[in-house]
């Protein structure tokens, strides 16, 4: 199979356009620009639509309009653009449109910088606009995985009627790693919902809008029961030498690729370490952790935050073990060295497991 040398962000635009999106709405900031780049080089040479929208605003409701029209489409962006796109996630979600989302994340809050960081976790898992919604959230932690992930990002949404987030951060979107790109095959899905054209049929609506209460309520218990379907259904995770580990360290992302090297390191010690990296970040792989429940006596989450997912992860141990917590901001990655100094700080006194 042919390899090519690509940045992240280009994976992610190639795999998109082979995983048959046609169309792209979006608007350039930085670390995710060459997605727009490629997308408004390639989109007319396949006979998509690309548009750059006057503001990221404007570019989630061309989304939105599109996948109410059934078709396969994309944005990205970097965190305070995503920020920007929040109502319209809360309306395709409501509507249950299928789409791809990209965030490649930037420092914040605010402004920030334009080194990487994983800050948005909250903002992707916990829903960053208004109301009750969910969306699948994949994160990749290689090029390979860049482009893997929008393929399966897209089956998702449609399998689902949900917008799928690919969540990375300027590191995986800015490096270059060789990557394959396997044949796609189209998944047969029912999109009888659509808005396209109402001739010789009853007409379709898409509205989120309940004046009475008891339809509202009946729209959020549907969506509840569905998103804790999509819960059981979809969970996704990595584990590495986990058979025998006596301790735990859980990253994802870029922090995730760091770590496996630190737990490299502390084996060569002769300590018992493995990793488990949630690769949903929505819906939170707890499936990952109930088989170490009797066998980990201690965790560290390593996050490029002040501390996000450690709580996904402190609710999933709900006490069973201690966790612990590694990190690094401001667009600084985890350093390899540092982790392996906390590790043995908190969990062994004289080389040997406390």
Do not use: W
């Given at each position: 199979m042919k390899k090519y040398l690509m940045k992240g962000n280009e994976a992610i635009a190639e795999a998109a356009i082979r995983?048959?999106?046609?169309?792209?709405?979006?608007?350039?900031?930085?670390?995710?620009t060459e997605i727009i780049e490629y997308m408004a080089t390639k989109m007319?040479?396949?006979?998509?639509?690309?548009?750059?929208?006057?503001?990221?605003?404007?570019a989630i409701y061309m989304v939105f309009g599109s996948a109410g029209?059934?078709?396969?489409v994309m944005t990205a962006s970097s965190s305070t653009g995503i920020s920007l796109k929040q109502e319209g996630l809360s309306y395709m979600a409501a509507n249950e449109l299928p789409a791809v989302v990209v965030n490649i994340m930037r420092t914040g809050?605010?402004?920030?910088?334009?080194?990487?960081?994983?800050?948005?976790?909250?903002?992707?898992?916990?829903?960053?606009?208004?109301?009750?919604?969910?969306?699948?959230?994949?994160?990749?932690?290689?090029?390979?995985e860049m482009a893997d992930f929008i393929i399966d990002g897209f089956d998702l949404a449609d399998i689902h009627r949900n917008p799928v987030m690919i969540l990375a951060d300027g590191v995986l979107g800015q490096m270059m790693e060789p990557v394959t790109f396997k044949e796609y095959e189209p998944i047969a899905v029912d999109k009888s919902w659509a808005t396209t054209g109402a001739e010789g049929r009853e007409r379709n609506v898409i509205s989120s809008y309940n004046l009475q209460n008891e339809a509202g309520e009946t729209k959020a218990l549907y969506l509840e029961e569905k998103y804790r379907k999509m819960a059981e259904a979809e969970q996704r995770w990595?584990?590495?030498?986990?058979?025998?580990?006596?301790?735990a360290f859980v990253a994802y992302g870029t922090s995730a690729r760091i770590v496996k090297g630190a737990v490299e390191e502390l084996r060569e010690k002769g300590m018992k370490v493995g990793m488990i990296r949630p690769i949903t970040l929505w819906p939170f792989p707890k499936?990952?952790?109930?088989?170490?429940?009797?066998?980990?006596?201690?965790y560290m989450v390593v996050e490029m935050s002040a501390g996000q997912m450690i709580e996904d992860v402190?609710?999933?141990?709900n006490g069973?073990?201690?966790?612990?917590?590694?990190?690094?901001?401001?667009?600084?990655t985890p350093q390899h060295k540092e982790i392996i100094e906390k590790f043995e700080a908190v969990f062994c006194t004289q080389g040997v497991f406390a």
């Open positions: 995983a048959n999106c046609r169309h792209y709405f979006g608007y350039p900031i930085t670390p995710s007319a040479k396949v006979g998509g639509t690309f548009v750059q929208a006057e503001s990221e605003v404007a029209s059934g078709k396969r809050p605010g402004l920030g910088g334009l080194g990487p960081s994983q800050a948005d976790y909250f903002q992707a898992t916990k829903g960053g606009g208004h109301g009750d919604y969910r969306l699948i959230v994949l994160a990749p932690s290689s090029v390979q990595e584990s590495y030498l986990m058979a025998d580990a006596e301790y499936n990952a952790f109930t088989p170490y429940f009797n066998q980990i006596k201690g402190k609710l999933t141990v069973i073990a201690p966790v612990e917590f590694y990190s690094r901001q401001g667009g600084i």
